[in-house]
Nanobody, 123 residues
Framework: QVQLVESGGGLVQAGGSLRLSCAAS????????MGWFRQAPGKEREFVAT????????YYADSVKGRFTISRDNAKNTVYLQMNSLKPEDTAVYYC????????????????WGQGTQVTVSS
């Protein structure tokens, strides 16, 4: 099993940037594909980005392509989400998740979840 802890959320003005981090426990981090999801009040959890075990493959939701970048450092057991050109509609709780399998854009495929970190983008 793996435990995940997100950090880096906060308040930012539209057009600004934030970098989220997700630190994983355990010795098997490199076995997991990792994903980022987000959930705004009154809305369902939404896929943001995913990255393969080696970091060689990435996939993004259309809403964040060209603005967000997912990356990982297996030596540090950490996955990152660099968020640029933030918009008010990016406001949500952001969750990282681990999948003992292939990278997928579906929340139901992920085995472990962090507790989330709040990102608020003001107009």
């Amino acid at each position: 099993q793996v435990q995940l802890v997100e950090s880096g959320g906060g308040l930012v003005q539209a057009g600004g940037s934030l970098r989220l981090s997700c630190a994983a426990s355990g010795r098997t981090f490199s076995r997991y594909a990792m994903g980022w999801f987000r959930q705004a009040p009154g809305k369902e959890r939404e896929f943001v980005a995913t990255i393969s075990q080696s970091g060689g493959r990435t996939y993004y939701a259309d809403s964040v392509k060209g603005r967000f970048t997912i990356s990982r450092d297996n030596a540090k057991n950490t996955v990152y989400l660099q968020m640029n050109s933030l918009k008010p509609e990016d406001t949500a709780v952001y969750y990282c998740a681990a999948d003992l399998g292939v990278a997928a854009p579906l929340a139901a495929e992920y085995d472990y979840w962090g507790q989330g970190t709040q990102v608020t983008v003001s107009s």
